[in-house]
């Protein structure tokens, strides 16, 4: 897995070491949230609205991830959601999980570079590439984990469970203005999320709406606050 010949490649894989939660000059580093999903789930569009409604009160960088392509972070690029310099792209080479979850020295690669070039950060944001419901991110990695599915996919998505539903810190249902089209039940995925989940939060979410994402900006700043007080 390969960022670019500027940066230097010194990391193995740490997937059940959990992050080092300070920075070089021993003060909190910045908090990081993975985001994972299947493939057209809404990952990116999450990310780029996250951007786009927390830019102006935290310092943000974002990470993401494709196999062979920088095409999510073109996107997030052409729609000017960051400086360019606070956006990094991996091209992982392998299947989405492994470079989240097996072998993260290229995510946590670029993940240093930002903190050191682009910093001081508050929130870096780590976009998986598209991948199924066992995907899950290394502690080694980031501090939190969103998983994101959508209501096209099927109302049994939550009920299938799976890794990245049960156990990520928040669970998204993305695009849920669909759900009248595809003949979803939003109530049927609320339930089923609930008992898959216990008491881990659910959000539920639409792009197209004015300030769709505020559930998971609100759920990130909350966290945020944690981190920083700790």
């Known amino acids: 897995m ?3 010949d500027s940066i230097p490649h010194s ?3 740490y997937a059940d070491r959990p992050a080092d939660p ?3 000059d021993g003060s909190r580093r910045a908090l990081r949230i993975g985001l994972g999903g299947p493939v057209g789930s809404g990952k990116t ?3 780029a609205a996250l951007c786009r409604a927390l830019r102006d009160q935290l310092s943000i960088a974002v990470v993401t991830n494709d196999i062979y392509t920088r095409e999510d972070a073109d996107f997030l690029l052409r729609s000017a959601v960051l400086p360019a310099e606070r956006i990094q792209a991996v091209e992982t080479g392998a299947c989405p999980h492994t470079a989240i979850r097996d072998d993260i020295s290229a995510n946590l690669e670029a993940v240093e570079h930002l903190e050191a ?3 001081p950060l508050d929130l870096m944001l780590v976009e998986s590439g598209g991948d199924n419901l066992t995907a899950i991110f290394s502690r080694g990695l980031v501090d939190a984990q969103i998983f994101i599915i959508d209501v096209a996919g099927g109302d049994d998505i939550p009920r299938k469970g799976g890794p990245g539903i049960t156990t990520a810190d928040l669970l998204v249902i993305n695009k849920t203005d669909l759900a009248p089209h595809v003949g979803s039940d939003l109530e049927t995925m609320a339930t089923d999320a609930k ?3 216990g008491e881990r939060p659910v959000a539920f979410t639409s792009l197209t709406a004015d ?3 505020r559930p998971v900006a609100d759920w990130i700043c ?3 606050a944690t981190w920083t007080a700790a």
């Open 2 to 4: 390969h960022l670019d």
């Open 11 to 13: 990391h193995s894989a």
């Open 22 to 24: 300070t920075g070089p």
């Open 45 to 47: 569009a999450t990310v």
């Open 117 to 119: 070039t682009a910093g």
């Open 195 to 197: 008992r898959q989940r």
């Open 211 to 213: 300030d769709g994402v």
């Open 222 to 224: 909350a966290r945020l």
